[in-house]
């Protein structure tokens, strides 16, 4: 079998069996095609370590971080070791490939006082103004913090995700794995704001189950989320660098900031294991060691 067939036989296998997210998925049938346009459509069984040691070697060559190189060979390690399962080769190519070792960098986080006045503020003007963009707008941003939620789980959130009374709300992430997490009083009053004022307003014919909607009445894209967030936050950051994800890890560095169990960051996060979480602890002893350089009288 050639491999531009396996690549989508995988690929959809990964997506419906093993229920891997979406972006995942993409990222994976990206890296494996990008094997294929520069190794060539080769059947499965003839590809060999030297084809991905070339293939790695031309990424290092475009620029591709290193965080990149180890997804690459996470993917084909995952394609191969199918690709064995289902006897399209009897042998794995990437067990002799050394796994390029990923650079360990601290998530962006913004200051909470910061942050407090960014949404604050976002909050009050939409409320002023009654504009349903700006209180779909800012009861996004309240969501994604207060709940720290993946920018594709906040898209992906129906009506019938949230639970008002008790402010929290039903996510289904990675995996499809379900989790249930509260969002906050100061984001349950953005929500009804925009449930009440904004939502109806943008409610086009073809009615949608969507929690947050889109200009035309459909279900928010990902890529408008992200637009959102780096117009509202950048400026508290400091950069136009900036997506979703900062206020996930932002909420995750002010909850153990805060006093918060790990374990419990752990599973409002949603994350498999325990060491994802605890890069967040070294984010909050950088920040405590910094107001300890600055304040201690024999720092």
């Not at 969501?143 to 906040?154: D, I, P, Q, T």
Request: charge should be positive.
């Amino acid at each position: 079998m050639r491999m531009s067939e396996a690549v989508e036989r995988y690929t959809e296998h990964i997506a419906k069996v093993r229920r891997l997210s979406p972006a995942t998925v993409r990222a994976y049938r990206a890296d494996l095609a990008d094997l294929v346009a520069v190794s060539g459509d080769l059947d499965v069984s003839d590809v060999d370590v030297e084809n991905l040691r070339e293939w790695l070697w031309s990424a290092t060559q475009r620029g591709i971080s290193r965080a990149s190189l180890a997804r690459r060979t996470a993917s084909v390690r995952g394609f191969f070791g199918w690709s064995v399962l289902e006897q399209l080769r009897t042998d794995d190519p990437t067990l002799r490939l050394v796994t390029p070792k990923r650079g360990r960098t601290l998530p962006t986080v913004a200051a909470a006082p910061a942050l407090d006045t960014v949404l604050n503020a976002r909050r009050s003007d939409a409320d002023e103004t009654g504009d349903p963009i700006a209180l779909r707008d800012a009861a996004l941003l309240e969501v994604l913090y207060g709940a720290a939620l993946r920018v594709s789980e906040a898209c992906a959130l129906d009506l019938g995700s949230l639970d008002r009374h008790a402010a929290t709300v039903r996510v289904f992430g990675k995996g499809g794995k379900e989790r249930v997490v509260p969002f906050g009083a100061p984001a349950a009053r953005a929500v009804d704001a925009w449930l009440v004022r904004g939502r109806p307003s943008l409610l086009g014919a073809g009615s949608t189950p969507a929690l947050f909607l889109g200009a035309r009445g459909g279900r928010l894209g990902v890529r408008t989320a992200y637009d959102v967030v780096r117009r509202a936050i950048g400026p508290a950051i400091g950069t136009d660098a900036v997506g979703p994800h900062a206020l996930r890890h932002s909420a995750a560095t002010h909850l153990l900031d805060g006093g918060a169990d790990l374990r419990a960051v752990q599973e409002m996060l949603g994350h498999a294991s325990l060491g994802t979480t605890q890069i967040y602890t070294h984010v909050s002893t950088e920040r405590l060691t910094a107001a300890y350089r600055l304040a201690h009288p024999r720092a």
